[in-house]
Each structure stands twice: as C-alpha cells, then as structure tokens.
C-alpha cells in the first residue's frame, strides 16, 4: 500500500514539472492567438462573411437514465462530438515550442450554436463545461458530455443552413461506451440530417435527428422513442 501510494505521488509530481516547462511557451502562444490574432469568440470563425461553418457532428450513446411512458419523457446521456475550423486559431509549432495543440476554455473560442430542439428542460444549456483541444491546424474538437431531457422523438437544430453546415460521417450513433439498462432493451439506433422549414421563418434549417428503438425487458413488444409499438420482433 505503502509503495503504491509512493508511485502516485510520482506521477503527480511529474506532471506539475512538466506542466511548469511548457507554461512559457504556453502563454506566448495565448497571447499569439488572442492578441496577436484577435481572436473573438463572437465572430463565426470564417474569412468570406457569405461562407457558411462546416461544423462535424457525432454521437456516443451512453445510457439511457429514464423512459417516462405516462409523462412522454426520454432521459438519456450521450458524448456528443463537434469538430470545425477556425482560421484565427492556427499557429506554428516550431516557433511555439513544438506546441502542436492547446486546450482551451470554451467560453473563450466561438460554439457552433446546436440545442434540443424539443427538450422538455428548462435549462437549455445544462451540461458540463469541458475544455476544446485545438490544434495548430486551426482544427478544433470539443467534446461534452449531455444529458437530454426530451419528448420522446427528438433532434438538434436552431442553426441557419446559410451559416453553419452539419455534416456527419456515419448515420450510426457509437455504442462501444454504452451502459444496459436493466429495464430498457436497446434494439436500435441511428441518426439522419435534415432540412427543414418553420412556419416562422422563411430560412431554412438543419435537423440532426437521433432515433433509439428500444423494449421493455418486462413485455413483449417493441417500443420507438415516439411512443409507437413496432410489431416487427
């Protein structure tokens, strides 16, 4: 006990020296791209105001906390994937010492703008904060995990299709961190990207729609997340 607690420390303490000799560099590079560069977190991160953010969506579903049948009301948690582009954010390694990525607070860099559409929570912005990896490239990777609150069928928009372009690489949502729920079977899941139009607006927007099929352990039926049984077994 007493030598692993020993290896612990060691760790520990490496890290900080490590942490310490990259700080200097560290702190130029800041200064580089938020000064330097003048960096706005405000500002769509493209040169051309008529481009539209090629913005990278993917999904890990994680577990499924809750299916309230009475209510309509599906809980889930998922690690939801953004990558993108931002051409003020780029450096070179070189004259930075041989720093290739960064991570950043999000509350200083620009968010594509992507909420529940239907979420049945009053705090639309409920999530935990994570930092963004961003890379020399310009290349940056915010990863976050959420929980969503919703009527059963739902999807991401509240983006203009003009200004922010989703794209996906697969129509699956990854399963490899997912948790079995001892009362949900999960038969199904995937995702689809759509463009829609509203009533309100005359633009039109994208949709992410992220649809699980699951069963109830303790019945013989099938049950999609709009409230509809599937005869299909």
């Known amino acids: 006990m007493i030598q692993k607690q020993m290896q612990t420390r060691l760790v520990i303490l490496l890290f ?13 590079l800041l200064k580089h791209l938020f000064v330097k560069q003048q960096h706005d977190p405000l500002e769509r991160p493209t040169e051309n105001d008529s481009e539209s953010v090629s913005v990278h969506l993917a999904f890990s579903f994680i577990n499924l906390i809750d299916f309230d049948i ?42 594509p703008d992507i909420v529940l559409y239907n979420s049945v929570d009053e705090n639309y912005d409920n999530y935990m904060k994570t930092n963004a990896v961003v890379a020399h490239t310009g290349q940056i990777l915010y990863v ?17 299709i003009v200004r922010i372009n989703i794209t996906t690489s697969t129509n699956t949502i990854d399963l490899s961190s997912y948790v079995i729920n001892n009362k949900w079977k ?25 649809t699980i099929k699951i069963r109830r352990v303790l019945d013989d039926f099938p049950i999609n ?3 509809t049984e599937n005869e299909d077994k």
Not at 91 to 105: F, M, S, T, V
Not at 144 to 160: A, E, G, H, L, V
């Open 16 to 28: 900080l020296v490590t942490s310490t000799i990259g700080g200097q560099h560290e702190r130029r």
């Open 70 to 111: 009475k209510n309509n009301v599906l809980i889930t948690k998922f690690w939801m994937t953004q990558t993108w582009q931002d051409y003020s954010m780029t450096w070179k390694p070189q004259l930075n010492g041989n720093i290739d990525a960064i991570r950043i607070p999000t509350t200083k860099i620009w968010l």
């Open 144 to 160: 976050s995990p959420r929980i969503f609150k919703s009527t059963c069928s739902f999807n991401t928009s509240s983006f203009q």
């Open 186 to 210: 999960l038969i199904d899941s995937y995702m689809t990207l759509n463009e829609v139009k509203y009533e309100c607006c005359p633009q039109a927007y994208l949709s992410v729609v992220l």
């Open 225 to 227: 997340i709009n409230g």
